[in-house]
Structures are given as structure tokens and as C-alpha cells.
């Protein structure tokens, strides 16, 4: 693309940014309109992420990373380190289990990108963070992380983490900081000139390194209004030139707050199940449909989805990072144990092994009609055949706790994190969440975190 030929689209993010900037500086600090819905947030995040700590991959990790000392805990107290290395951490624990919320608009996860950020940037500020500030932080941050994956279509190369969410990161710890609407439209575009390089190929091969792209974007965000901060960087247009041109195409218009003041907080969906939302409604159906039945009473399952789980159609992982993104194998996996929760795709138990071995009876493709549903569906049709020659057949519109179907409230992502963490450890979570929203120092009252 020319230099002429670019100078308009690229203008016209650059204008784009600008109205996201003002919509992160006038969002009020005090807003009972998402309250209620960013306390469900912040609970799934910080009880899955505690989970995420306590897995053998983290904790080898942990005892392996050689931190800088420091007074921050990590969440789950497996090290203790300076703010940012222990908000790098968290992102890799909250997303190591793919039990983190996300956003079906934004084909991504913008929570896990915006939260640590919000976290290390009020543990970096001069002054006492209150709660109000903090809540309004973690708001703005996924409206901006939301907006620019609705406006992403990637290159089918690409995974997901690692870029687009760097801008909420940025525009988080812009609102901590309390930049002005010039200093925080600089940092979401700066942040996008420091985007990890994100292969859907990583994460099919099971390679760990993919749950470190969130955490690069946490870092790159607190970067980003670093340089900011500095007036070392203004809104150049970098967003059209990485995400509207190496990552893929960049859709401007789709950068604009909602006209109707709905909050993209609101569009969020929670995960029940330890593996990518895209084999999620073929697990919903094939618990509906297993129940009283044998694997060996099955035949076959034949499971129809949508196009982006296409890279999802590979078979026999050798890692849980590998499990968790093959389809074939997570409906063998609910098959064969019934859940897929933090141990069933452990690899090397009898679950992992009756589930390869299953595997082979279980054929995915995708379909024309389904992926025309996107994004407001996120359907899955399933047909098991019986050994007795009956096939028992069931669809899906979406995941179960999207918010369009079934979303999970506040009661019900407590029992999720109970079932994680144990109860004592979910409700201490819980208080915490509670009393951030009000708190006049929320690192002060993160500090009782588990």
C-alpha cells in the first residue's frame, strides 16, 4: 500500500482513537451501570487465575523464573517480585487454564489483557488508588480491547492474544494514571506498535509460549502510557499500520462506542469448560446428550461448528495447551469424563489417554450455514451414532454462559471458582471483589487476595 493510498484509512483510525480516548476520560468514576456486572468480571478473572497459578505448569515456572525481588505477591503468593514481573505472571496463570472470561464481539479475552494492567498500574501510582478510579480503569480498558477486536479481522495466521488486547492495557493504565485525553489517545495507539507476534501454528503445536502473549500485552500497555506519559509519542496512526495491515484489516468505523451507551463490559461471556470457547457448544451438547450412555455405546460423533474453530480440527496433543485447542479431542474428552475442568486434559492421566484413544471416532468440519451466524452465534450441531444404530442429534446457538444464552450470574461463577479453588479461598476472593468497588486503596485491598 502507497503512502497516498494509506493516508486516509489511516486518518480516519487515528480520528476513531481519538473519540475512544475522550469516551476513557469522561466515563464516570462512580457508574452503578456496570457495578454489578464488573464485580462477576473480576471475580472469574482473579478465582481463575488463582487457579492458573496452582497448575504444575506454573508452578514449575514460578520456581524457575528468577524474579527481581520484590514486596508483590503474585496472585496464589508463588512469587514475590516488583509489580509489573508480578502482573506479567498473573496473565500467564489467568490464561493457562482457558477458563478466563471473554467477548464474542472481540473474538478474544479482553479481561485478561485489561486487569493486570489496571493492577500494576495502580501499584506503580505515586498516590493511593481508589476504588472508583480503579473500576472505571478496567471498564475503559475493555471497551477500547473490545472495540479494536470487533474491528479486527486477523489474518487466519494469527491467534488471538498478544495485540489488539495491548490497547485496553494502555487505556487502563492511562485512566489509573488519570492522563488527559490527549496523553491517552497516544498510549492505546502506541501500543499497538508494540504487538507480539502471535501464530495460530504455537498454539496448535501445545507450545507454552503462547500464554506469555497476554502478558507481553499487559506489558505493553503500561509501556505505552509510559511513553505517553513522557510526550514521547502522539497518535501517529500506528494502529492501521500493524493491526489494519500486518495483523489484518482494520474496520475504523467499528471503533466507535456503542451510539445507545451500552457498555461492551455487558457483552462478556464465562467459560465452564478448561478449553477454547470455539469447542464449547459441541461440549454443551454432548453432556446433554451422554447422559445414562457408555463410550462404548457410541459409534461416532459427527459435530458440525463454525469456521474460526477450523484450526481447532487437529488431532493427537501431546501437551495440556495442545488438548485444550483440538476439538476432536476435547468432545472425546467430554465423552469419555464428562467435564472438562482443570485435570481432565492432564496429560498422562487415564482421561487424557481414554480420550485420544476415542478420538478416532470423533469427525468435526465446519459449516457454511453456522458460520454465517457470526458473530452474534456461535453455533454447534452434534449427531452421536449408537453402536444400536440411533443416532441422538442436538444443536447449539451458542456456548452456555454467553450472553445470549444462559449467562452464568453471580452465584454461579462463585460455584465455578469453588469448584477451582475450594470454597474458603473463592469466598476470600469474593470479599475482595466486593471490597475493591468501594475501597479508598485498592492495592491496599488486593493485598488480601489468596
Not at 425 to 440: E, M
Request: net charge negative; proline share 5%.
Amino acid at each position: 500500500m502507497t503512502d497516498s493510498a494509506s493516508f486516509l484509512p489511516a486518518e480516519h483510525v487515528r480520528t476513531r482513537i481519538d473519540d475512544l480516548a475522550r469516551f476513557c476520560v469522561d466515563l464516570p468514576a462512580t457508574g452503578t451501570a456496570y457495578e454489578s456486572r464488573i464485580r462477576t468480571v473480576l471475580l472469574d478473572l482473579l478465582g481463575v487465575t488463582l487457579a492458573g497459578a496452582r497448575t504444575p505448569e506454573l508452578t514449575a515456572l514460578l520456581t524457575r523464573w528468577r524474579a527481581e525481588p520484590g514486596t508483590t505477591a503474585t496472585i496464589g503468593r508463588g512469587a514475590h517480585t516488583g509489580a509489573e514481573t508480578a502482573a506479567y505472571l498473573d496473565a500467564i496463570a489467568s490464561c493457562c487454564l482457558e477458563l478466563d472470561e471473554g467477548n464474542k464481539y472481540a473474538a478474544g479475552h479482553p479481561a485478561a489483557h485489561v486487569l493486570p494492567a489496571a493492577i500494576a498500574a495502580a501499584r506503580l501510582s505515586a498516590q493511593p488508588v481508589a476504588g472508583d478510579r480503579f473500576v472505571a480503569a478496567v471498564v475503559a480498558g475493555y471497551e477500547v480491547a473490545t472495540r479494536f477486536g470487533a474491528a479486527l479481522t486477523r489474518d487466519p495466521r494469527w491467534h488471538t492474544h498478544g495485540h489488539w488486547g495491548a490497547t485496553g492495557a494502555a487505556a487502563a493504565a492511562a485512566v489509573v494514571w488519570d492522563l488527559d485525553a490527549e496523553r491517552t489517545v497516544a498510549a492505546i495507539d502506541a501500543s499497538t506498535a508494540l504487538v507480539h507476534v502471535a501464530p495460530w501454528a504455537v498454539v496448535l503445536a501445545g507450545n507454552f509460549a503462547r500464554n506469555l502473549w497476554i502478558g507481553g500485552a499487559v506489558r505493553a500497555g503500561l509501556d505505552a502510557a509510559r511513553l505517553s506519559s513522557a510526550g514521547l509519542v502522539h497518535n501517529s496512526g500506528a494502529a492501521a499500520a500493524t493491526l489494519g495491515d500486518i495483523v489484518g484489516t482494520l474496520d475504523a468505523d467499528r471503533l466507535a462506542p456503542a451510539p445507545d451507551g451500552a457498555f461492551a463490559l455487558d457483552q462478556g461471556y464465562a467459560k465452564r469448560h478448561a478449553s477454547c470457547s470455539y469447542t464449547h457448544a459441541a461440549v454443551d451438547i454432548v453432556q446433554a446428550l451422554r447422559t445414562n450412555l457408555d463410550p462404548a455405546d457410541i459409534e461416532s460423533v459427527r459435530v458440525r461448528t463454525h469456521a474460526l474453530a477450523e484450526p481447532l480440527f487437529g488431532r493427537h496433543p501431546s501437551t495440556r495447551l495442545g488438548a485444550m485447542f483440538s476439538l476432536p479431542f476435547v468432545v472425546s474428552a467430554a465423552v469419555v469424563a464428562g467435564s472438562i475442568d482443570a485435570a481432565t486434559l492432564t496429560p498422562g492421566s487415564a482421561t487424557f489417554r481414554a480420550a485420544e484413544e476415542f478420538s478416532a471416532r470423533v469427525d468435526v468440519e465446519s459449516s457454511p450455514a453456522l458460520t454465517a451466524l457470526l458473530p452474534d452465534r456461535r453455533a454447534a450441531e452434534v449427531d452421536i451414532v449408537l453402536v444400536s444404530g440411533e443416532t441422538l442429534s442436538a444443536g447449539s446457538p451458542d456456548p452456555v454462559g454467553d450472553v445470549d444464552h444462559f449467562p452464568l450470574d453471580h452465584t454461579q461463577i462463585l460455584e465455578k471458582i469453588e469448584r477451582l479453588v475450594g470454597a474458603e479461598d473463592a469466598g476470600r476472593i469474593d470479599r475482595v471483589v466486593t471490597d475493591v468497588l468501594h475501597s479508598s486503596d485498592v492495592v491496599r485491598t488486593l493485598s488480601a487476595l489468596p
